[in-house]
């Protein structure tokens, strides 16, 4: 992928709206080969983080099934919702239960489901619910707004970036068999008003040659279906995103004062012929380390581990980690594919189920503050959220 190289940030237009254009690094980018076999590296997560927990409260009315999302993490509110129910609950950081509402139907003021994930802005105490477009809703569920955009909740992915704005991302459409497909957007990002979903300004990442997860199936009788591999995108840093497209060479940093930085090149190139072709996709980010995964795309393989690559920043080493879980029977820890929002950088959270959180405390096994409360957990308890704080000091 060509990038553009300034000096000093330009401004230009486009559609009307600024462009975001990155912002020069001197000397070359550090190069993460993913080809190369790296040294393997065993780590228990346990001596690389501090680990919190927070238990949700559990009622009558609020109870979370397996299918719930941790959307939302910061030192007062937890977010959490049901994508396909549509429930909706927010919780104060202690666990207790602060609010829970449900709107899904077909007016106009109300979601058909969740598809493309819900958002918090603590600031003007509002939350963004994703579904074919943006509804807007306060703390307690009461409507405010719809934004005059519309989503794929397949191909299209929404982030909060800052006060006024979100990052926006427009995936490859994927066409019936057979039938003319559209081209896809060669620059996809772009960030839009919090206030009416206009276009504020439009990442600077082009991307001429696109690539896909997702892939048309024909099926009996005329029809079809997409099937899709899924991965995370655009994952938090703190209040910053770390960008690895898969259709890029290029890793980039955004940050809250909409700085562009790339920061790291892999090679080979995305481009390169190969079969399957491999693309890239962040997994985590720290102060001292990002974690990326690869996935082979255009193949039958569908679903299970995929391989994890370890980039130092201080070092530029690359390793092949696995990291192991000390709390849970030393099972291999993988970051959560969908990364909750954090207002913290070093950071990132998951939910547990409560019998397996009964289990390891059965053998001793938890650490951080769950003495406080696994003794009285029920099994029919809602889930506990893990907050996993990474050391960044040597």
Avoid at 53 to 75: F, G, H, I
Wanted: charged fraction near 25%.
């Amino acid at each position: 992928m060509k990038t553009k190289k300034l000096i000093l940030p330009a401004l230009f237009f486009l559609m009307g709206s600024q462009t975001i254009s990155p912002q020069s690094k001197p000397g070359a980018l550090p190069v993460i080969d993913l080809s190369k076999e790296h040294p393997k590296k065993e780590i228990r997560l346990q001596d690389i983080a501090d680990i919190e927990y927070v238990p949700l409260e559990t009622t009558d009315d609020v109870l979370l099934s397996d299918k719930a999302t941790l959307s939302y993490v910061s030192d007062n509110y937890i977010l959490v919702h049901e994508f396909i129910r549509g429930d909706i609950f927010v919780f104060n950081r202690n666990g207790k239960i602060y609010s829970h509402f449900n709107h899904k139907g077909a007016s106009g003021r109300e979601y058909t489901w969740i598809g493309a994930g819900t958002m918090l802005d603590e600031k003007e105490k509002e939350i963004f619910v994703c579904s074919h477009t943006i509804h807007v809703y306060s703390l307690s569920g009461e409507y405010r707004r719809t934004l005059d955009i519309k989503l794929n909740h397949y191909e299209t992915k929404v982030f909060n970036l800052d006060d006024e704005t979100l990052l926006v991302y427009d995936d490859v459409h994927v066409e019936q068999p057979g039938m003319k497909s559209s081209p896809p957007q060669t620059n996809p990002y772009r960030l839009v008003s919090k206030k009416d979903g206009s276009t504020v300004s439009v990442l600077d990442i082009h991307l001429p040659e696109r690539y896909s997860t997702r892939s048309a199936q024909q099926l009996e009788n005329n029809k079809w279906t997409a099937v899709s591999i899924y991965y995370p995108h655009s994952m938090y840093y703190g209040q910053d995103f770390a960008i690895a497209d898969i259709s890029s060479d290029t890793l980039y940093r955004l940050t809250q004062n909409r700085e562009l930085t790339p920061l790291l090149i892999r090679r080979p190139s995305v481009h390169a012929s190969s079969d399957p072709r491999t693309v890239w996709t962040t997994l985590l980010t720290t102060d001292k380390f990002i974690l990326i995964g690869t996935i082979p795309i255009g193949s039958k393989r569908r679903g299970g581990r995929i391989p994890i690559f370890m980039y130092e920043f201080e070092t530029g080493e690359t390793s092949k980690p696995t990291i192991l879980d000390a709390e849970f029977n030393m099972d291999k820890w993988s970051p959560p594919g969908s990364s909750p929002a954090m207002t913290a950088k070093n950071r990132t959270a998951e939910l547990i189920q409560a019998p397996s959180i009964i289990e390891a405390y059965r053998k001793n096994q938890l650490k951080g503050n769950a003495e406080k409360f696994a003794a009285t957990l029920d099994e029919n308890d809602n889930p506990v959220v893990r907050i996993i704080k990474f050391k960044v000091e040597n």
